[in-house]
């Protein structure tokens, strides 16, 4: 079985309402910065910064096939963080897709058990 199960193609629509959405958010922080940086500039923000990226993430999860398919569609994956995405041979398990999974030709979101933050990726053959 192959990893890239997914088509690259997401509906227009889709796409469309992820961008409206992520402005959307991205709008709705940029004006709570400012109006906290005229009335709260003497404190630190982080309940405000906690509570923009639980929101982001729920647009990772909930838009991941629009995420996926952009990141397919350029020779040069960009960066997501908190992501670790494989491509390659996996004959022997090392993608971290699971035992089923023996080739991923796209790349291949590695879901990490329970929230296991990744440190470090060594990436090639003979590890």
């Known amino acids: 079985r192959k990893a890239d199960g997914f088509t690259n193609e997401v509906p227009s ?3 469309a309402q992820f961008n409206e959405d992520v402005k959307s958010l991205n709008n709705q922080f940029a004006s709570w910065v400012e109006r906290n940086r ?3 500039s003497n404190v ?3 309940a405000g910064l906690r509570d923009y990226l639980k929101h982001s993430e729920k647009l990772k999860k909930e838009y ?3 995420l996926r398919s952009t990141l397919t569609s350029s020779a040069e994956p960009t960066v997501t963080s908190g992501r670790v995405y494989v491509v390659g041979q996996g004959d022997m398990g090392q993608l971290g897709l699971g035992e089923d999974f023996c080739e991923a ?3 291949a979101s590695v879901l990490m058990p329970g929230g296991l933050r990744v440190l470090q990726v060594s990436c090639g053959g003979m590890h």
């Open 44 to 46: 630190l923000w982080d």
């Open 38 to 40: 005229l009335i709260n």
């Open 64 to 66: 991941d096939d629009v």
């Open 13 to 15: 629509a889709r796409v």
């Open 105 to 107: 030709l796209r790349p």
